[in-house]
């Protein structure tokens, strides 16, 4: 295999295995993309459809209000029309005939000369001819027979009168079964001296009237209704599939049904009004205009919006294809984009990835399927310590310093598994162990094998993990040693203590249940002795429920952070004979100083001391409550905060053998093992003095009290607190040793 093609061959490799993928990242990020488009189209195509049938429905009125007004303008016509035509029969010469000479003859000429108009006018519906008096003469119809004058059109009392027509309200009387509405024609015949000689009434339907106007004038699928100005209705009922809250009998109210609608149309004279279900449009006319008042109706025509909605059918088919279509376009631009991003990414991954595989910190050979060295990089160089020229061409198993039986499991591993992983020593100047893994690969153009080794050097590694297990064997020693922290709890130990505490293993406990209660209890102690020492030493006996059966001398050094915390604790335990005598209360004892214990702690202490000891020791009382100012409860803490800074003062450069404790709230106790008067003297002037330079000093003073064979620690105590008295009534010093012998005589100093 050339050089060239082995160098695309990791190429290739790389760029298919950075293809474009679909992560989780881009699912969601094509999903939301797509849920907004939806919804953004869905609104579009919801708006446009809901725009043109408001568009249509504004056309619908704009048509419909024309209607009305042509229908308007043809019913006032219309009704002129009828008015002139009752002026004329009023003085035609018929008539005048049969007023003048009334007999059968002439009525019957009458009769058939109004036939003959209601032919070619069907809105006349008949004729009434009356008296002077009011009294009806004869009438062509049957079905206003209970038609009266009123009393304003008679007499000296009209207003009216020669040429005029009075025109009636619109009323309903029933002819054939059937209500109709009908309106009358009044039309006054006068003589030549304007007195009365009768009355011509014609009657008119209202319904005959407008249908021989709509079908001409106005969309026969939309209804005309006819109402006064009170809302009852007078034309337009029967209508095909009305609405629920429309009028749809002679005489029934708009203002009941629709008290919504009607308040629009009282309050203007036109308009349109748009409801839930419908489109209404309404116009006020005036059909006749006469002196005495004004005849005023409202037409009115509506339109449901589903019929709208079914004329607009087509156009929303449309509408709602082209927006599926825009969608799907705009889904596929999106999906086309996503992937023309990733392809992008995808490939400039893989360019860079295969322009830096010589190029980055990961040492790598490609060898081919012969075992020799083809490529290698900068790092692979350096690793091996060899320049790059000597290693093309070379075989990889002379560099890597194989036997043969090693490189052939390697070829078997790469024959069966198509990988190997495993440390690899260079032997050179600098020894270096390095990870290798070497993959077996296929090169997608020639169908060449060759291999791809990464080499990773773990020299530090490897020599740490040695380090580390030569302290192990290091820490394998005859002495029982064990880590904690600062709570005590076990982190790790040797062989010995797990054999010495008969643990099998378990790190999972503190050392302060391994060694007893009392150790437990000074724990707070003891951490701050070795804060402040280093560490702490002490002789440990064994007690009830204890895994170990001999004295155990016991040191624990700390191990500082910076902060000045103990972070770990070396604790390290030697079977030893005790060198004092056990009691009962105790099983700690030994290097107790240090520690501030409590005054029966002190007592077991000094009890356990021996006779020669005690003779050669002093007692030590310290006041440390200047003229008594922290006396109330106010002051307490105050009190005890400058005796803890007292015991931190005196612990820090307390001798071995001495032991501090506390007495009362503002005393403290100090034990002289093997202190004559002169030294607990100058050792009380050193602890003044350490005090003066803390700014401690005010108001200590200090009792001394010498042994005296026999004597309880309670006696001692009492022998310091005379000491102390003399010394607070001291003018000049604050030292004062007193020595109390068997007569109780006080020698004071």
């Not at 294809?321 to 596929?332: E, P, Q, S």
């Not at 062989?495 to 099998?504: A, T």
Request: charged share 20%; aromatic share 8%; with cysteine.
């Amino acid at each position: 295999m050339s050089k060239r093609k082995a160098v695309s061959s990791p190429n290739s490799l790389l760029i298919s295995s950075q293809a474009a993928r679909w992560s989780q990242q881009h699912i969601l990020s094509l999903l939301s993309q797509v849920l907004i488009l939806l919804i953004t189209i869905f609104i579009a195509t919801h708006m446009v459809i809901y725009l043109g049938e408001r568009r249509l429905q504004e056309d619908w009125a704009d048509q419909r209000y024309s209607e009305l007004q042509t229908v308007a303008s043809l019913a006032s016509d219309k009704a002129a029309f009828l008015q002139f035509r009752t002026q004329t029969f009023a003085k035609a010469e018929l008539l005048r005939q049969y007023l003048q000479h009334p007999s059968k003859p002439q009525q019957q000429k009458v009769a058939e000369s109004w036939d003959s108009l209601t032919q070619n006018i069907p809105e006349l519906l008949g004729l009434s001819l009356f008296d002077p008096q009011g009294k009806l003469r004869f009438s062509t119809t049957n079905s206003f027979d209970n038609m009266q004058i009123p009393a304003t059109l008679m007499g000296s009392a009209r207003n009216m009168g020669g040429n005029d027509i009075y025109t009636s309200p619109m009323s309903f009387t029933p002819i054939d079964g059937i209500l109709e509405p009908y309106f009358y024609q009044l039309s006054w015949i006068e003589n030549p001296d304007q007195s009365i000689k009768g009355y011509l009434v014609t009657y008119n339907s209202i319904t005959k009237l407008l249908e021989s106007i709509k079908p001409a004038f106005f969309n026969q699928n939309s209804p005309l209704l006819l109402l006064d100005t009170q809302g009852f209705l007078y034309a337009g009922a029967n209508q095909p599939e009305p609405l629920t809250n429309m009028p749809d009998n002679l005489g029934s109210s708009l203002k009941q049904t629709y008290p919504e609608l009607w308040k629009d149309m009282a309050m203007n004279n036109y308009g349109q009004f748009y409801s839930t279900d419908a489109t209404f449009v309404y116009l006020k006319v005036e059909l006749t205009n006469q002196y005495e008042t004004k005849r005023e109706y409202f037409l009115l025509s509506y339109i449901r919006h589903n019929d709208i909605a079914e004329r607009y059918l087509e156009w929303r088919m449309v509408i709602l294809i082209a927006g599926v279509l825009l969608a799907l376009l705009a889904t596929a631009l999106i999906v086309l984009r996503h992937l023309f991003v990733l392809e992008r990414r995808a490939k400039h991954n893989s360019l860079q990835l295969s322009h830096g595989l010589f190029n980055s910190e990961m040492s790598c050979l490609i060898v081919n399927d012969k075992g020799r060295i083809n490529s290698a990089n900068l790092n692979a160089s350096k690793a091996l310590a060899l320049p790059i020229d000597n290693l093309i061409d070379r075989s990889v198993q002379r560099v890597l310093q194989l036997d043969n039986e090693r490189f052939k499991q390697i070829e078997e591993a790469l024959t069966h598994h198509q990988q190997w992983r495993g440390e690899i020593n260079i032997e050179n100047d600098h020894n270096i162990t390095l990870q290798t893994h070497i993959r077996s690969e296929v090169c997608p153009y020639s169908k060449e094998h060759y291999w791809l080794v990464t080499l990773e050097d773990i020299t530090i590694l490897y020599d740490s993990q040695r380090q580390a297990y030569l302290y192990q064997l290091l820490s394998d020693s005859a002495v029982a040693t064990a880590l904690t922290d600062a709570s005590g709890k076990l982190i790790k130990c040797n062989s010995k203590f797990d054999h010495l505490m008969s643990l099998n293993g378990e790190t999972d406990i503190a050392i302060t249940e391994l060694l007893g209660d009392e150790l437990k209890n000074q724990w707070q102690n003891i951490c701050a002795q070795i804060s402040l020492q280093g560490e702490w030493t002490a002789q440990i006996m064994p007690f009830t429920q204890s895994r170990y059966s001999h004295c155990l001398k016991t040191t624990l050094a700390g191990q500082l952070a910076y902060d000045g915390e103990i972070e770990f604790l070396i604790c390290t335990f030697e079977e030893t004979l005790p060198t004092i005598a056990l009691n009962n209360h105790s099983n700690v004892f030994g290097h107790r100083s240090a520690i501030v214990l409590r005054i029966n702690e002190l007592e077991n202490h000094f009890n356990q001391l021996s006779e020669q000891t005690k003779m050669q020791s002093s007692l030590m009382v310290m006041d440390i409550n200047p003229n008594a100012i922290f006396s109330h409860m106010g002051n307490m803490s105050q009190l005890e905060k400058r005796q803890k800074d007292i015991e931190l003062q005196l612990l820090i450069e307390l001798p071995l053998n001495y032991q501090i404790s506390q007495w009362q709230v503002g005393k403290l106790v100090i034990l002289l093992p093997e202190t004559d008067a002169n030294s607990a003297h100058q050792y009380a002037m050193k602890i003044i003095h350490c005090l003066e330079v803390n700014d401690l000093s005010e108001g200590i003073n200090i009792g001394i009290a010498g042994y005296v064979s026999p004597q309880t620690l309670e006696q001692y105590l009492a022998n310091a607190e005379i000491a102390l008295k003399r010394a607070k009534q001291s003018v000049d010093q604050n030292i004062c040793q007193a020595f109390t012998r068997i007569n109780h005589t006080d020698h004071l100093n």
